[in-house]
Each structure stands twice: as C-alpha cells, then as structure tokens.
T-cell receptor, first 120, second 116 residues
Framework: GAVVSQHPSWVICKSGTSVKIECRSLDFQATTMFWYRQFPKQSLMLMATSNEGSKATYEQGVEKDKFLINHASLTLSTLTVTSAHPEDSSFYIC????????????????FGAGSRLTVL | AQTVTQSQPEMSVQEAETVTLSCTYDTSENNYYLFWYKQPPSRQMILVIRQEAYKQQNATENRFSVNFQKAAKSFSLKISDSQLGDTAMYFCAFRAGGTSYGKLTFGQGTILTVHP
C-alpha cells in the first residue's frame, strides 16, 4: 500500500533556529500533501495544503512566514519552522492521497509517522 | 463550519470484550464522509473505517463496525473481540464532500486501553 515517510522523526533545536521536516511519498506521486499539527493528547489540526509546483494554502490562523512549505517534486514536501520558539514544540504530521489507487481507495489519506519537534 | 465531538476522553475494556466509542458531529452539508482513525503509541495514524454519508448501510471492517445515524449526526465505532493491539487513541473525523481530501476535522480523541 501507499507509504508516506517523514524525517526526522524527532528533532530538538534551540530557540531562534530553523528546522526542516521532510515528507516523502515513497511509492506514489502526490501532487498534494497536507501538514497537520498535534499537541500532546490533543487532536490534529490542519495547518496547510502543500501543492506541487505552487504556493501552499494555509489554514486560517497559521503564520505562513513561520511555517514555510515547499513542494518541489511529486514525492517531496518540506515544512520549515523558522525562528522556532518553545511554543512551536509539537508533533507535526503530513499526509498524502494516492491518486493511483482510485476506486474505493480514492478517498483515503495516508499519514506519515510524524515528527516531534522540541524547541529549547 | 463543521464540528466533531468525542465525549469520552478515555475508555477501557477487557480483552475479548466489546467496546463502543461515541462521536457526534455538526454540519449543514448533505454530502460528506466520516472516518475513524487509530493512533497507537507509535503515533502513526491508521485508518480504521470510513462511511459515506449517502450510504445507509453501516460500514464494517472485520472486528470494527460503525453505527451511523445521519439524522442524529452520530457516528459511533464498535470494536468487537477487543485485542491488546487495539490500545490506542481513536479519532473520529469529518470531511465535506467536494472539499480537499486533506481537509479533515478531527474530534478530540478517545484513549482506549485494552486490558489483558
């Protein structure tokens, strides 16, 4: 089945630095990927939609200058948390839809295993 | 805007028994999809089951089944013959038809613990 890989799975950084998280679709092409944020023991919130070859679409309240998204190829989207601060510490999850599946699988998203960011 | 509510923060069940997780939602849409996702300690989100709103028949996937009550806007998940591997956080999710596939609205989650 479709596999989405995230790297790194865990990252610790100092306040003020930038951190990049990668999301790759391993066995399918994804023109669209989605980035979510999850605080401990809480629900997932959609942050933005990453579009291959064009600008990302951000959800209301998400700072586009803080969370830079680049979708340079059909299999890779990156989320860069710029000038990270402790309040940015969270679990970031990406997902993608495998268009090739079609049929009954067409409405299904595949999620990555997530990346835990800790900002000191 | 849609809202999804899971009123049970935590549930526990004995192995081999049956447990039902509750979910209600609010929407003005007529065409939509509902999902149950499982997030085990590994944090990997796994689709458990999905339901298309236009289908009256309740979805079933092996030990997992749903009770979809469209008029009541209720979408509960029943896990039969619970197994230790079912221990996880379960999220109910909603997506309006015609919207982006990633535009899911999640409930707050229910932590399910299966005891041996």
């Amino acid at each position: 089945g479709a596999v989405v890989s995230q790297h790194p799975s865990w990252v610790i950084c100092k306040s003020g630095t930038s951190v990049k998280i990668e999301c790759r679709s391993l066995d399918f092409q994804a023109t669209t990927m989605f980035w979510y944020r999850q605080f401990p023991k809480q629900s997932l919130m959609l942050m933005a939609t990453s579009n291959e070859g064009s600008k990302a679409t951000y959800e209301q309240g998400v700072e586009k200058d803080k969370f830079l998204i680049n979708h340079a190829s059909l299999t890779l989207s990156t989320l860069t948390v710029t000038s990270a601060h402790p309040e940015d510490s969270s679990f970031y999850i990406c997902s993608a839809r495998d268009y090739i599946q079609g049929g009954s699988g067409a409405n299904v998203l595949t999620f990555g295993a997530g990346s835990r960011l800790t900002v000191l | 805007a849609q809202t999804v509510t899971q009123s049970q923060p935590e549930m526990s069940v004995q192995e081999a028994e049956t447990v039902t997780l509750s979910c209600t939602y609010d929407t003005s849409e007529n065409n939509y999809y509902l999902f149950w996702y499982k997030q085990p300690p590994s944090r990997q989100m796994i689709l458990v089951i999905r339901q298309e709103a236009y289908k009256q028949q309740n979805a079933t996937e092996n030990r997992f089944s749903v009770n979809f009550q469209k008029a009541a806007k209720s979408f509960s998940l029943k896990i039969s013959d619970s197994q230790l591997g079912d221990t996880a956080m379960y999220f109910c999710a909603f997506r309006a038809g015609g919207t982006s596939y990633g535009k899911l609205t999640f409930g707050q989650g229910t932590i399910l613990t299966v005891h041996p």
